[in-house]
Structures are given as structure tokens and as C-alpha cells.
């Protein structure tokens, strides 16, 4: 069993920052793309940022400039430091990775359970 487990999220004030961490535990065979997302009430689901196993980073336009995501390879993680918060940036937030476990032969979808960030005056 695979379980992507996330923590790090809170309430804060605009500008203040957070750091968001996720780490991959169980029968891991391998790990490749990692990323994390957010959800709104009332919204989709969108791609924040992900990094690529050799650390190809990818970034919404929206968070370009004041976020970074980060992985450790030795430890299965993957974080997030938001800078600059702001008021928009407001949802519950899911660590996703394509993994492979060690029972299985090619890799599959695997989402945490989500962690709440809240910016507010």
C-alpha cells in the first residue's frame, strides 16, 4: 500500500508564507513526477506546481515568482514554500505523484489527503 501523506498547511495573513510537506510511504518501487495541487469550494482542481525526478519544475502562472517546490529523493518528499501569500491563494491543497509499488508494473495515479491553507486578514 501506497499513502501520500501531506502537512504544513494553517491560517495566516497576507504576505506571511508557508511551507508544505509531503512524504510517499509504503511498497514503493519508484517515484517520478510529483506535484501539488489546489481546490477552491466551488472550484476545480488545479496544478500549482510539480518537478520531474531530475527536478524539471513546472509552475501556474498564478504562484510563478512566489512559490518553489522541492523534493528529496532520499526521503520520498516533496515541499512547497508559498511566499507572498495572498487571499486567493486560499484552498485545500493535495500532493499528487505518479508512483510505482513495488507489487505493480507500471506507475499509477496517487493523491494525499489534503491539507487546508487559509490567508486572511
Known amino acids: 500500500q501506497v499513502l501520500l501523506v501531506e502537512s504544513g498547511g494553517g491560517s495566516v495573513q497576507p504576505g506571511e508564507s508557508l511551507r508544505l510537506s509531503c512524504v510517499a510511504s509504503?511498497?514503493?518501487?519508484?517515484?517520478?513526477?510529483m506535484a501539488w495541487y489546489r481546490q477552491a469550494p466551488g472550484q476545480q482542481r488545479d496544478l500549482v506546481a510539480q518537478?520531474?525526478?531530475?527536478?524539471?519544475?513546472l509552475y501556474a502562472d498564478s504562484v510563478t515568482g512566489r512559490f518553489t517546490i522541492a523534493r528529496d529523493n532520499t526521503k520520498n518528499t516533496v515541499n512547497l514554500t508559498m511566499n507572498s501569500l495572498k487571499p486567493e491563494d486560499t484552498a485545500v491543497y493535495y500532493c499528487k505523484a505518479d508512483i510505482t509499488p513495488l507489487s505493480g508494473w507500471h506507475p499509477s495515479v496517487y493523491w494525499g489527503q489534503g491539507t487546508q491553507v487559509t490567508v486572511s486578514s
Open positions: 509504503g511498497s514503493i518501487l519508484a517515484i517520478y513526477t
Open positions: 518537478i520531474s525526478t531530475d527536478g524539471n519544475r
